[in-house]
Every structure is written in structure tokens, then in C-alpha cells.
């Protein structure tokens, strides 16, 4: 029973995390109320099912610390940061199916279980948690990333969010010319939150759209995700042009299948769609076709693209949490830009490649 209370109340902080990391000040009490209405009771005995499976499963060995590159031909590197080992498993396929040299962050106060005591609130994880500032220090820093033009960086979700050790890290090297591709694991919660922190932590080349994995995913499922990566194609074309009521708008396209669909069926003809405005912090209305879906829970922020229910298209000028596929995010644009060019009703946009 004291479990299952301190889970659901997990789920309440985690909701709040996401909306005080995405949102900041400027939500309203109604947004937050949205939010904090995002977790459901499936939600929450989702969390309890998972946690029950993966937190006490497995325990990553104290004596575990960076490995040394082994492939000298290698341009990825996979980081990640483990307690329980769930992130780790992740990890590990990833490294089979790249072939990419590995490297474990480790604290040099390695994290105990009593560290990671959630239900406690005045356990270590929840005090770095509660505390942006927090830099736990890396045992065996990794001497340069330098020859590395691709980086994977794993970790569990704690709290909505990364381990501040993760910030740690990105705050210890230069990756204005790497590619990072962010991968979690978590009992439900999204990736969303912790890839917007990295991208507003330190400048960073290209940042690729991440995937949250369950403790349990397979093999099969990091390579599906593996294999839709564009690492080697180059995503500079992946964008859009929107233009609404006379203004031109250029989106930069998520790394999704949707986003994909989508830029190719515009390469045929533009399509003019017509959006309703909704809930005071999107327009929203259908698209001719349906797209790929491949829903998470996201925090929207101003700007946003995402497909919703498969075949409807919303443009975010605030923030709501809900479950949706990324479109894409409009470039350049302030809140107040972008609610000034949508107007206050209906609004009429023309998608074009
Ligand atoms: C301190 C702490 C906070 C957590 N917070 C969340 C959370 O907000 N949302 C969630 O879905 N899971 C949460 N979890 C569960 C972990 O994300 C999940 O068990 C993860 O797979 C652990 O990865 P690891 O084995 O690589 O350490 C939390 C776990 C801990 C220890």
C-alpha cells in the first residue's frame, strides 16, 4: 500500500516536473490543471507494473567504469548512466548493433539504493532532482570525445527528467559538432522534458529525436528504432513551409515516420488545411490522409507540430500535455509571434515542401 501511494504520488511530481521544466512560470492554473490531469489510473498501475518488474531486477556492478575505445574505426560512441541496470540492456543492444565503442558514466559517490529510495523524499536522487544546479561528479571522465561524431546518451527517467549526473557530463565536453541522440528507459514517463534540458544545457551540433524504451524492450525493438535514424542520410531537407494569413514560416521536421510521410506527400502538391482553435493553446483540424502514428507523452511548447490522432495536424502556440507524434517546430519564432500571426479563431494554413 505505502507503494502504490508513493508511486501515484510519483506520477502527480512527474506530471508537475514536466509542466515546471517545459512550461516554467507562464503556465496558468487551467494548463497546469490539464496536466496535472495527464496521468490516468492505467497510467499509474503502468508505473507500479513497471517499477515492480525493473527496479530491483538487476544492479549494475559497483566496479563497472568508462571502457576503453575498441574500435578504432568507429565514429559512435554509446554513453549511458545505469542504476539498475534497465538503461544499461538498452544500451548494450545498441552497442551490438553499431559496433560503437561504450563508455559508463559513473558517480564517483556511487548511488545506493537507499540513493534512490523515490518514496523518500529526502533521498539523494530526489534532492539532485528538486535542484537544477546539482553536478554529482563523474568517476573516470572519459579523456575527450573528440574522435566521436555520433553520440547515443542513455539514462533513466528520475523524476520526468535526466539524472542531473547526465547534465554533469554534457557539461564537461564541446559537442557543437556531434550528432547526440538521447535514449531512456523509465517506467512511463517520456522522454520529452529531458531532451528539451539537453538541448538548452549546452550547445550541441545536431540533436536527433530520442526514444524512451520499457524496462522490458527487446533487441528488435532498439534496431527498428535504430534503422528509421536518419545518421546517415542527413535531415538538412526535412523541412516545411507554412504560410498563414500572408506570413511564410519555415518548420523544421521531427526525425518521425509521420514528419517523413509527410514531407514526401508535399514534394507532390501543397495542401491547404483549416484549423480550429482549441483549448486556448492550439489550433488544431484534419489533414487529407493519415499518418504514421507513433504516440508519446509530450509537453508541447510554442511552435510545435504534431499529429494528433493520426490524420489531425496542430500548431501549439502553448503548452498542453497529451499524448502525440512530432511534426515538426516552427523556426524562429517567439509565443507572442506566432499567437499574433494565428489570430484569435480559425485559421487557414497552406503546407508546402
Ligand atoms: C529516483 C527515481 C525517480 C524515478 N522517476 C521516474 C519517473 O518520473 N517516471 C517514470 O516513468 N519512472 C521513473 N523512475 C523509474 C526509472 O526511470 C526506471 O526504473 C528506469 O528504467 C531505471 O533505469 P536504470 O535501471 O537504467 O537505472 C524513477 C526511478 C528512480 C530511482
Redesign the pocket.
Known amino acids: 500500500m505505502k507503494k502504490i501511494l508513493s508511486l501515484i504520488l ?1 506520477c502527480v ?2 506530471a508537475l ?1 514536466a509542466a515546471c521544466g517545459n512550461a516554467a512560470s507562464s503556465q496558468t492554473t487551467q494548463q497546469i490543471a490539464v496536466l496535472r490531469t495527464e496521468k490516468t489510473t492505467e497510467d499509474i498501475e503502468t ?1 507500479v507494473s ?2 515492480d518488474k ?2 530491483p531486477e ?1 544492479t549494475v556492478s559497483a566496479d563497472k567504469t568508462a571502457e576503453t575505445p575498441v574500435n578504432p574505426e568507429s565514429n559512435t560512441l554509446v554513453i549511458y ?8 540492456k538498452i544500451a548494450k543492444y545498441l552497442i551490438e548493433l553499431t559496433g560503437a565503442d561504450s563508455y559508463v558514466i559513473e558517480a564517483v559517490v556511487p548511488y545506493s539504493d537507499a540513493d ?1 529510495e ?1 518514496s523518500n523524499d529526502s ?1 539523494r ?2 534532492k539532485e ?1 528538486n535542484d537544477k544546479s546539482v553536478r554529482p561528479e563523474i568517476a573516470n571522465p572519459i579523456s575527450s570525445i573528440d574522435s566521436y561524431d555520433t553520440i547515443f546518451l542513455g ?6 527528467q535526466e539524472p542531473r549526473i547526465i547534465d554533469t557530463f554534457l557539461e564537461s565536453y564541446d559537442f557543437s559538432d556531434k550528432t547526440v541522440i538521447p535514449f ?6 517520456g522522454i520529452s522534458t529531458s531532451e528539451a534540458n539537453i538541448k538548452a544545457l549546452v550547445p550541441i551540433g545536431k540533436q536527433l529525436e530520442g526514444k524512451r524504451f520499457s ?1 522490458d524492450a527487446t533487441k528488435d525493438e532498439v534496431k527498428e528504432w535504430y534503422d528509421t535514424l536518419l545518421l546517415n542520410e542527413g535531415n538538412e531537407d526535412m523541412k516545411m513551409k507554412l504560410s498563414i494569413n500572408g506570413k511564410d514560416l519555415t518548420v523544421s521536421l521531427a526525425d518521425t515516420t509521420a514528419a517523413k510521410e509527410l514531407s514526401e506527400k508535399l514534394k507532390t502538391e501543397p495542401v491547404t488545411v483549416i484549423l480550429n482553435e482549441y483549448g486556448g493553446f492550439e489550433k488544431v483540424g484534419d489533414l487529407p490522409w493519415s499518418l504514421t502514428k507513433t504516440d508519446e507523452s509530450i509537453v508541447t511548447e510554442a511552435g510545435d507540430i504534431m499529429l494528433y490522432q493520426g490524420n489531425q495536424m496542430t500548431i501549439f502556440y502553448d503548452s498542453n500535455s497529451w499524448n502525440y507524434t512530432k511534426l515538426g517546430h516552427i523556426d524562429n519564432i517567439t509565443q507572442k509571434e506566432l499567437k499574433a500571426i494565428l489570430g484569435d479563431g480559425n485559421v487557414t494554413v497552406t503546407l508546402s515542401y
Request: aromatic share 16%; charged share 10%.
Open positions: 510519483l511530481c512527474t516536473f508505473i513497471d517499477e525493473s527496479i538487476v548512466f545505469s542504476r539498475t541496470g534497465n538503461t544499461e534512490i523515490y533521498c536522487a530526489n532532482q539514462y533513466p527517467i528520475w523524476w520526468g531512456c528507459t523509465s517506467g512511463s514517463s524496462a
